[in-house]
């Protein structure tokens, strides 16, 4: 009882949680799961290919959206050892390091994610706000500049959250609440003070994905102010539909994103199916709907990958 009471004890494994009540169907779930995961990796996995060796997609949009898929690609890795190790072999259990590195990895990915929706958001004001100078402002270094700047404040603002969490003493039940290690939730399972735990996790929302968000709907105001400018009807629409995908990926991302911040925060009394519900919601549908949306909403893709396949099935006859 001593040692539990230590300051420093740390416990040796937490447990993850599958699907609240719905334990006796976890191997049926796994199913879904696994073809969500497959289309996640095969999805943007193919979308990188495509963009790295089709020469005419070598432009400011896709190179985003290369970044964009790279980030999924990584976001879908750093929770499938523990979502498919609890839905297919039923084991929760995961070392107490182990989870503190998922956790590292899933935020920092995240708010990288973030960062180049904002990308995006600057690129697509740009190409309609002044279209003669679209390759001038957005050069080939600018652009790898920004994807760099999004991976080192990802790493930096995301490094102290393990740091943090390792000084705190856990003497409760150490049951996480989700099927992969997420701030909040290992947070709450601490017994020591978590004040400045709970300052830094709400300065690093603010300073990232809200101050990221902000910017992406001052940009999206200027873009409208753009387009209602233009004379035609057909100059307006098209204008507006080069943003569509970018505009249903932001609404992919953050809206469950707020809310399981939002749960996290002020939701002690709802379902714990809610919270697992968001939280998948969060974590799996970016990564799976993003190609998708990508693949049938962009001309360029679509013909790209058409060539590409047809080529492969040309050299096989």
């Keep these: ?128 706000r002044n279209p003669l100078h679209y390759t001038v402002v957005l050069t080939h270094s600018r652009i790898m500049g920004m994807g760099l700047a999004a991976m080192i404040r990802g790493v930096v603002l995301m490094v102290p959250l393990p740091i943090l969490l390792k000084r705190l003493p856990f003497c409760k039940d150490v049951i996480l609440s989700h099927c992969y290690c997420y701030h ?30 902000m910017f992406i709907v001052i940009s999206y105001s200027l873009i409208l102010k753009t387009v209602l400018g233009i004379a035609s009807k057909d100059g307006q629409l098209k204008a507006l539909n080069t943003c569509v995908s970018h505009i249903f990926t932001v609404c992919i991302f953050y809206v469950p994103l707020i809310v399981l911040a939002v749960i996290h925060r002020f939701g002690t009394f709802t379902s714990p199916l809610l919270h697992v519900t968001m939280a998948n919601l969060f974590l799996f549908l970016t990564p799976v709907l993003n190609p998708l949306v990508y693949s049938l909403k962009t001309k360029q893709i679509r013909f790209a990958v058409h060539k590409v396949f047809k080529c492969r099935k040309n050299l096989l006859t």
């Excluded at 896709?62 to 523990?82: C, E, K, N, Q, W």
């Design 1 to 128: 009882m001593e040692f539990i009471n230590s300051s420093w004890f740390q416990p040796p494994t937490l447990f993850l949680t599958g699907i609240p009540r719905l334990e006796a169907v976890q191997i049926w779930i796994s199913i879904p799961l696994c073809i969500m995961y497959l289309i996640a990796l095969l999805g943007n996995s193919t979308i990188l290919f495509i963009i790295k060796t089709t020469s005419s997609l070598h432009e400011p949009q896709y190179i985003f959206l290369s970044m964009l898929a790279a980030t999924d690609v990584g976001l879908s890795l750093s929770t499938l050892p523990t979502v498919l190790s609890v839905f297919l072999l039923n084991h929760r259990e995961i070392e107490f390091h182990s989870c503190l590195m998922q956790m590292f990895f899933i935020h920092t990915f995240s708010s990288m994610e973030s960062a180049i929706l904002l990308a995006m958001a600057f690129d697509r004001f740009v190409a309609i």
């Design 184 to 213: 909040p939730d290992v947070m709450k399972l601490a017994c020591g003070p978590i004040t400045v735990n709970i300052i830094y996790g709400l300065s690093l929302v603010l300073c990232s994905f809200g101050v990221d968000s």
